[in-house]
């Protein structure tokens, strides 16, 4: 069995999305060539990987993961319904978990992610209830060490109205990235909104706010790219589902808006589909944000998972190729923009830099068995490499069993053979 991590410097006959068979040649973490692929001998080499059969792809990246909540379903066993209900069951459950029971969850769900693609994960972490607020940071700033070679991780502080300046301060003392929180559901939004980007500002780090997670209301994105418009730092706007129910007229103001700010919109769709429309049992919308429009217009769009099995969203498989798929069925993407938006679009958004089968581009990758893309995002098939900053850090395969089919015509020709 091979050791993990491996470094490699070539990977052979590779299939690209445009049909092409390719050798890339790696310097560390960095694509030095892509050349077409040679018929010489493969040569068993400890730094060769053979990637016949296989689609090479920049790796997924997940911009909008909550890996503190991630595997709770079950434990809470909350009732299903809409994102009021779900607050409620998570801030009931959050009062009796410990640093380490968070940990052990996040690190699962995060491994699985790896297994599945995802070499880089934004994850926000909530200000707590209770007297620790800090313990789903701890836990994080924890599970972020163990996995550091592995995965990149950046946290994010998920500060409700209820979490004071100095929690949000605190947290970020403590290693976290960004500040964030969910302004639309204060009692005040705009004045959260300002509170939250002001701490921001004082502390000089990026943003990454829920923008707007509900079918109706007052869109809170158009102060907050106002505010934002001369920042250098990161800012990314999550859900944002409003945005795919307003009016032309009213989108486009708020298109122009996030254009000049240069905000990166997150989309979410399995955790959005499952959250919103409870209240509307006919013709339910679909609670996903205006992609289509986002995307014509030029605004930078990642896509991600969000919750998975938590009281969010009681299902998932933590594969970024889920994600497409949603974005190919309920946003009418295509496919290649449906992968883009959970691989490069994300990492845009998350001011990562660029990766791919290109030459200068970071060595963030990940080969699936399969040789077209609507064969790579409908299969999903879980024969996979991944490979982070050039070493494969990954490997999947699976061996299935299948009684064969009886086929009389196929027995009657080998018969009369």
């Given at each position: 069995?091979?050791?993990?991590?491996?470094?490699?410097?070539?990977?052979?006959?590779?299939?690209l999305p445009d049909g092409c068979l390719v050798d890339v040649e790696l310097i560390e973490d960095v694509v030095r060539t892509v050349r077409p692929a040679s018929d010489s001998p493969l040569v068993d080499d400890y730094g060769t990987l053979d990637l016949t059969g296989f689609m090479l792809l920049p790796?997924?990246?997940?911009?909008?993961?909550?890996?503190?909540?991630?595997?709770?379903?079950?434990?809470?066993?909350?009732?299903?319904?809409?994102?009021?209900?779900?607050?409620?069951?998570?801030?009931?459950?959050?009062?009796?978990?410990?640093?380490?029971?968070?940990?052990?969850?996040?690190?699962?769900?995060?491994?699985?992610?790896?297994?599945?693609?995802?070499?880089?994960?934004?994850?926000?972490?909530?200000?707590?209830?209770?007297?620790?607020?800090?313990?789903?940071?701890?836990?994080?700033?924890?599970?972020?060490?163990?996995?550091?070679?592995?995965?990149?991780?950046?946290?994010?502080?998920?500060?409700?109205?209820?979490?004071?300046?100095?929690?949000?301060?605190?947290?970020?003392?403590?290693?976290?990235?960004?500040?964030?929180?969910?302004?639309?559901?204060?009692?005040?939004?705009?004045?959260?909104?300002?509170?939250?980007?002001?701490?921001?500002?004082?502390?000089?780090?990026?943003?990454?706010?829920?923008?707007?997670?509900?079918?109706?209301?007052?869109?809170?994105?158009?102060?907050?790219?106002?505010?934002?418009?001369?920042?250098?730092?990161?800012?990314?706007?999550?859900?944002?589902?409003?945005?795919?129910?307003?009016?032309?007229?009213?989108?486009?103001?708020?298109?122009?808006?996030?254009?000049?700010?240069?905000?990166?919109?997150?989309?979410?769709?399995?955790?959005?589909?499952?959250?919103?429309?409870?209240?509307?049992?006919?013709?339910?919308?679909?609670?996903?944000?205006?992609?289509?429009?986002?995307?014509?217009?030029?605004?930078?769009?990642?896509?991600?998972?969000?919750?998975?099995?938590?009281?969010?969203?009681?299902?998932?498989?933590?594969?970024?190729?889920?994600?497409?798929?949603?974005?190919?069925?309920?946003?009418?993407?295509?496919?290649?923009?449906?992968?883009?938006?959970?691989?490069?679009?994300?990492?845009?958004?998350?001011?990562?830099?660029?990766?791919?089968?290109?030459?200068?581009?970071?060595?963030?990758?990940?080969?699936?068995?399969?040789?077209?893309?609507?064969?790579?995002?409908?299969?999903?098939?879980?024969?996979?490499?991944?490979?982070?900053?050039?070493?494969?850090?990954?490997?999947?395969?699976?061996?299935?069993?299948?009684?064969?089919?009886?086929?009389?015509?196929?027995?009657?020709?080998?018969?009369?053979?």
């Amino acid at each position: 069995m091979t050791t993990l991590p491996r470094q490699l410097s070539v990977l052979r006959n590779a299939t690209l999305p445009d049909g092409c068979l390719v050798d890339v040649e790696l310097i560390e973490d960095v694509v030095r060539t892509v050349r077409p692929a040679s018929d010489s001998p493969l040569v068993d080499d400890y730094g060769t990987l053979d990637l016949t059969g296989f689609m090479l792809l920049p790796a997924p990246a997940e911009p909008h993961a909550h890996l503190d909540k991630a595997l709770s379903w079950d434990l809470i066993n909350p009732p299903a319904g809409d994102l009021g209900r779900a607050i409620e069951s998570w801030r009931a459950y959050s009062t009796v978990m410990t640093v380490q029971s968070i940990a052990d969850r996040a690190r699962e769900q995060a491994l699985t992610m790896l297994r599945n693609g995802t070499t880089a994960v934004r994850c926000h972490v909530d200000m707590l209830v209770g007297p620790e607020p800090l313990r789903g940071v701890e836990a994080l700033v924890q599970v972020r060490r163990e996995l550091a070679g592995l995965m990149d991780i950046e946290l994010v502080a998920l500060a409700g109205s209820d979490a004071s300046d100095a929690t949000v301060e605190a947290a970020l003392d403590l290693g976290v990235d960004l500040v964030g929180g969910a302004p639309h559901l204060a009692p005040s939004p705009g004045e959260d909104l300002r509170r939250l980007l002001a701490i921001a500002e004082r502390r000089g780090v990026g943003v990454d706010l829920h923008t707007d997670e509900g079918l109706t209301g007052d869109p809170t994105i158009i102060e907050f790219a106002r505010i934002v418009r001369n920042w250098t730092v990161p800012v990314s706007a999550g859900h944002c589902v409003r945005l795919g129910t307003l009016e032309a007229a009213q989108l486009d103001e708020v298109i122009t808006e996030i254009l000049a700010s240069d905000i990166g919109i997150i989309s979410l769709p399995i955790t959005n589909l499952y959250l919103q429309g409870w209240d509307h049992p006919v013709s339910t919308p679909r609670g996903i944000t205006a992609l289509r429009s986002l995307l014509d217009a030029g605004v930078r769009v990642g896509a991600g998972a969000d919750n998975v099995r938590d009281p969010f969203n009681p299902v998932g498989r933590s594969d970024a190729l889920e994600t497409a798929s949603l974005l190919v069925t309920a946003a009418h993407l295509s496919l290649d923009e449906a992968y883009a938006a959970v691989s490069t679009g994300a990492r845009s958004v998350m001011s990562l830099p660029r990766a791919g089968v290109s030459v200068g581009s970071r060595a963030e990758l990940i080969a699936v068995r399969g040789s077209t893309m609507s064969e790579v995002i409908a299969t999903a098939s879980p024969d996979r490499f991944v490979i982070h900053a050039g070493r494969l850090v990954s490997q999947s395969r699976v061996h299935y069993d299948v009684a064969p089919a009886n086929i009389p015509a196929l027995e009657l020709l080998t018969t009369s053979n």
